[in-house]
Nanobody, 123 residues
């Protein structure tokens, strides 16, 4: 089966930077869009950024100019570089991928979520 594993979450001071990684593994035929979401304390999950298979990117307004999403297709990995972090960026960050999985000739379209990685922005 397919799974996503996030890494890179940490405690960081306001104004600091962090890079998150998310690697997909399993019986993957192809990966279409990938993205990052986050869920802060007492909040609903919200989109942070997304990137298509061709490299086109979109960002939530509050992240524009601060966050950068990228991907390495050879590694089935998506990254999120976060700069100028603010306390309100504190959240569990989840990666997401739209995957075509294959097993013994059986192809399935899946939306897969990682377990999340905690980013805490505090002095």
């Amino acid at each position: 089966q397919v799974q996503l594993v996030e890494s890179g979450g940490s405690l960081v001071q306001p104004g600091g930077s962090l890079r998150l990684s998310c690697a997909a593994s399993g019986s993957i035929f192809s990966i279409n869009d990938m993205g990052w979401y986050r869920q802060g304390p007492g909040k609903q999950r919200e989109v942070v950024a997304a990137i298509s298979s061709s490299g086109s990117t979109t960002y939530a307004d509050s992240m524009k100019g601060r966050f950068t999403i990228s991907r390495d297709n050879a590694k089935n990995t998506v990254y999120l570089r976060m700069n100028s972090l603010k306390p309100e960026d504190t959240a569990v960050y989840y990666c997401n991928a739209e995957v075509v999985a294959v097993e013994r000739g059986d192809y399935r379209y899946l939306e897969v979520w990682g377990q999340g990685t905690l980013v805490a922005v505090s002095s």
